[in-house]
């Protein structure tokens, strides 16, 4: 009973404690204000040489959680009537201890792997990094980026590790326009 207590109080200590670290929202929420709102979307899958191996429209929409101390967008792939074919869920926080952002992916009815990836911004858009676990097991390097960046829309690649070397190639793209 007295461990109870003394974790009970311990976590009362801390959640006060969390309040006055967490007194609004940092400035690095801002970092993804660009993607809260509604969003119409192409989407491409690549081959080495670029070339569209496949495309879909999607929808995209974020918004802001927790007094906007963090992001949660919603991404939807769909078929050509529109139909739902495929979708998840991307949570995203700003940590004040390692000054990155954290973030996971949870995709819909499939099998999470719910591998962290952190998000560094800079004047050529927002980077984000990690390793990605295939169906097989194994972890696959991955790069995320958003670019191209304004008020009507945004372009967001994903990049691929080729064989373990320093090459890298766009395997996805989404073009983005506001709704």
């Known amino acids: 009973m007295r461990l109870l207590s003394l974790c009970f109080f ?12 967490y007194p609004g929202a940092p400035a690095a929420a801002s970092d993804y204000a660009f993607l809260i709102g509604h969003w119409q979307c192409q989407y491409e899958q690549l081959d080495l040489q670029g070339k569209t ?10 918004d802001y959680a927790f007094d906007n101390k963090m992001v949660v967008d919603d991404f939807s792939l769909l078929d050509a009537q529109g139909k739902v074919t495929y979708a998840g869920r991307t949570l995203r926080t700003y940590s004040l201890q390692d000054k990155r952002w954290h ?52 372009v967001w690649e994903s990049s691929k590790q ?18």
């Open 53 to 62: 191996l496949f495309s879909a429209p999607c929808r995209w929409q974020a």
């Open 103 to 154: 973030q996971v992916f949870l995709p819909v009815q499939m099998n999470a792997t719910l591998n962290p990836f952190t998000a560094q911004r800079d004047k050529d858009g927002v980077h984000l990094k990690v390793e990605q676990r295939l169906p097989g097991g194994e972890l696959q390097p991955a790069r995320f980026r958003f670019s191209q960046i304004s008020d009507k829309g945004f």
């Open 162 to 179: 080729l064989d373990g070397s320093d090459n890298w190639y766009v395997d996805m793209r989404i073009r983005a326009a506001r709704t």
């Open 10 to 21: 311990s976590a009362c200590s801390f959640a006060s404690d969390s309040t006055d670290l």
